[in-house]
């Protein structure tokens, strides 16, 4: 018998050997099924057991089959081994072999290189001077053609061929072009002189003659044009070569940009590089040129620092009286040669580069003279706008006023404007009507009332706003408006200053015309937040106006940029708490002298003793009302005349609001009343109190809710004031009992409400009740 014990001790460890190698658990499992599968042949019944022999046999010849097969595979190994070994012997030789023919060869080819090197070196040396020789035939060449170029130009000039010279000039220029990259400074500067000979030349030539041209067409117009010039007789001629010498300069362009590259070098650090001008208006400006620098250079008695104006108004005037020549002459030839050229705006900028470089040699010499650098910058402000507007400069052009941007007149601007303005607050606030207004005797027009201090300021802030409005350059903006907001918080300090020096006499005429400032300020500042101007202003904050608004914070990042807030919001916070207490002072004013004269009203002892209203013929208003009502009166209408009507408004709500809980608390709740008394309190009450400030609204006694409310409940009839008494007790403590079987009575608010009695609680309604002398016993 062969178990897995034994087939592990006698088969070695191979992949073959694995198809009857059995584990201990696999041996079990197999005993297992062969006793399965005995018991289940032999069953339980002994008359079975003659099936034993047939079942050993069975098993016998398996066992054999088994031992066979174990026999096999244990003979085959050794032999698929043994093949396996003589292969690998015969792989290890094979790459031996290979391995001594590769160092064979390796040695050979080092052999081979080391010969070859001093060919490969002679070789390179060759091809070194064929790349040499190439190149200097090619320099040769290139020199070769500039000068078939420059004789063919010269050929050309001799037989007056201009249209082919230009050719010629233009295919120089291209070659310049071409040469940039070369590192051939030698040849490109040779061509550059050559080029700039040639063009010069030609350019002379065809300038000669265009100025010939230009003269006899009445060009420049220095003066205003007049009819009485007469057409010349060869007109028809003249504009035949005013056209052709146009296209041929038009034609010299390229070139002419390429020498002005070369060439070009900025006076002044202040002036912008701009392209440059085509050539036909280059020519053009010449005589206008020589103009302005003779009257404003030099010597000349025009040449004045402090007329800035002279030359300025002389440049536009220039640009008015030579606008319809460029349209109606120069423009047509620009078309038909399709140059994308705008002739009156190249005109104007022309002449614009000479206030420009004007400006630029002027400014820094008037940093230290504070008045001519006044002027300087209104001139220039007045000089733009008119450029803008009647001479139609587009936008996308630079104009005078980058010439101010320029850091140290710049900031010399900014303290000016500052020194200025605070020099010009100082001077409006010591006169004598700083604190009128000037409309104070037209009421349609003044609703406001606003002083005429703090109208200048705003008119000042206006102007500010209006000179920095044109400027290029965000970030200068923004610094102008760092400066508004600085002066608004100046005069803002100057107001709260004036204000504690007034405070004695709150209800004087100065002391509220600094309220009126106060809000009208506030109210224009209001106003300026929704400009369009200013919210471009603010979205610009968002991103740059760190570096000139200082450090924004997260919230006020994020409300500036949704619209939330806007710039001037922490100003008009700070305004809204000096007006809130300016006011507060006042009402506390007026509360002071009504309740010195209300002191008998409230402390009457006959409101418990007064006879009932069917005992009098008519009621009057009490006698101990008369003066606190009369004070009253008189500082509404005093207020009325010194406030603006917003302000009024809010002042006489906010002593209704007052005077509302001071009759309640030291009137009403401080007596008790007999029904004559609830009567007269009543009637004082609604026909002299209220109609004080009917004449501001159609329903005064909305703004007296505690004294309506509390004269509705003490004038309540017997019947109505016990039933509201019970009710009040009921809900105060309800009857024991089943309270399913009675039905539910009224809550005390529905109660109240009934008695259109809505701002009072049960609880008030109840003290009021037992204010009433009639039903204290009750």
Known sequence: MCTSDNLQHHLPDAPTCTLIHLSPVEGDRENNNVERDAAREIGGDLKSLRKVSGLLETLTAENKLLEEQVLTVSSSVPLRVSAALSAAEGSRATMETLLHRERVLSNTLQQHLQGSQSWADSLGQILGQLDTLERHMKYLQCLAHIEDLSASIQQFLMTNSVWEAIGAVGSMANLDMGLKESGC?????????????WHKILKDKLTSDFEEVLTQLHWPAVSPPTQTLSPPANAQELSSQLKLLVSQLLSLQTSDDLI???TDVRPFPGLLQAPPLSIPIQIMLLPLSKRFRYHF???????????????????????GHNSSFMEEKIQPILNRAGANVDAKVEL????????????????PRLLYDDALFCHLVDEVLQFEKELRTTHAYPSSYPGALHILLEEAVFQKWLSVERKMALEKVDAMLSTEGAWSCQYRDITDVDELKAPDCAETFMTLLLVITERYRSLPCPQAQLSFLALQRELVDDFRIRLTQVMKEESRQPLGARYCAVLNAANYISTVLSDWSDNVFFLQLQQTAVSVGEEVLGPLGATESGRLASLEGSLFEELLALLERLRGDMLGRLWEAVMRDVKEKAQLYCVCYR?????SQCDQATMSLSSSACPFLLCLRDHLLQLQQLLCLPLFQMFW???????????????????HFNEGGAAQLQFDMTRNLFPLFGHYCKRPENFFKHVKEACIIL?????????????LKQQEGPEEGDASLRPQPPTPESALNEMAVYRLAPSDAQILLNLRSAWLSR
């Open 185 to 197: 400074s030698h040849l490109q500067a040779f061509l550059r002189e050559t080029l700039l000979f």
């Open 260 to 262: 002005s590259e070369m």
């Open 297 to 319: 250079t030099g010597n000349r008695q025009t040449n004045s620092l402090s007329k800035p104006e002279w030359y300025l108004t002389q440049v536009l005037m220039w640009m």
């Open 348 to 363: 104007c900028r022309g002449l614009l580069s000479l206030a420009q470089e004007k400006l630029a040699h002027d400014a």
């Open 607 to 611: 409101w418990i003793s007064l006879p």
């Open 653 to 671: 709500q906010g002593l209704a609001e007052r005077l509302d809980l001071f009759l309640y608390q030291d009137v009403i709740l401080y007596n």
């Open 715 to 727: 004038n309540l009839k017997a019947g109505p004031a016990l039933l509201l008494c019970d009710v």
